[in-house]
């Protein structure tokens, strides 16, 4: 178990690195989790997917949780 937190964390702190390194079949899944519907390509263009609750909270939200992150590594006085 804590296997899999350890996992779940750096791909969390690093997923740009973990998207590179992934075959087609993780990269699929990892953007099933990202996004509502699936990306429509006709070959020139794309239409803006949806992103799924989870995941536009966190979009919308980084900067106020990356201030939660760096008050957490404060040294306590």
Known sequence: MSDLIEFSLSLMQEPEL???QADA???NKLM???LEEKIELDGKTFRT????EG?????NNI??????EIKKDLPLC
């Open 49 to 52: 997917p949806k992103y799924k």
């Open 63 to 68: 900067k106020e949780i990356e201030v939660l």
């Open 32 to 34: 099933s989790l990202i």
């Open 55 to 59: 995941f536009r909270y966190i979009y």
């Open 18 to 20: 973990f998207f590179k």
């Open 25 to 27: 079949l993780v990269k």
